[in-house]
């Protein structure tokens, strides 16, 4: 399956209730590495509190984690959306199963995260 970037960000604000913002961020990562606010805000156009503000989303989602002091990096494509999706699972109080869209959102996203981290 070969999906757009702009598609993968609509799956991934749908099927994991995420906001622009938190989509872009966790995207930004996931292709570049560990990030620092200054960097993640440079490169989205936006001011630190925002940047802040939605990273702050992110970890509390389970999707990233301050690395160090103002360095920011995502978990595993797998684990970060497919974490996130049961914890939406429980919050709706839905069944917990395989989802084909979940699955291949976090495959796709596997080369990308591991070919920055390889660089």
């Known amino acids: 399956m070969v999906l ?10 749908t ?5 622009n913002l938190e989509t872009k961020i966790f995207l930004l990562i996931i292709f570049n590495g560990k990030m620092s606010v200054e960097e993640i805000s440079d490169r989205l156009g936006l001011d630190q509190s925002t940047s802040l503000e939605h990273i702050s989303l992110l970890i509390g989602r389970n999707m990233i984690l301050e690395y160090s002091k103002n360095l920011y990096e995502c978990f595993h494509p797998k684990f970060a959306i497919i974490n996130r999706y049961r914890r939406l699972c429980n919050i709706k109080n839905i069944e917990f199963k395989k989802n084909l869209i979940i699955d291949n959102i976090s495959t796709i996203l596997e080369k990308p995260f591991d070919d920055a981290r390889t660089k």
């Open 15 to 19: 099927e994991l209730n995420l906001g």
């Open 4 to 13: 757009k970037l702009s598609e993968i960000e609509d799956l991934l604000s």
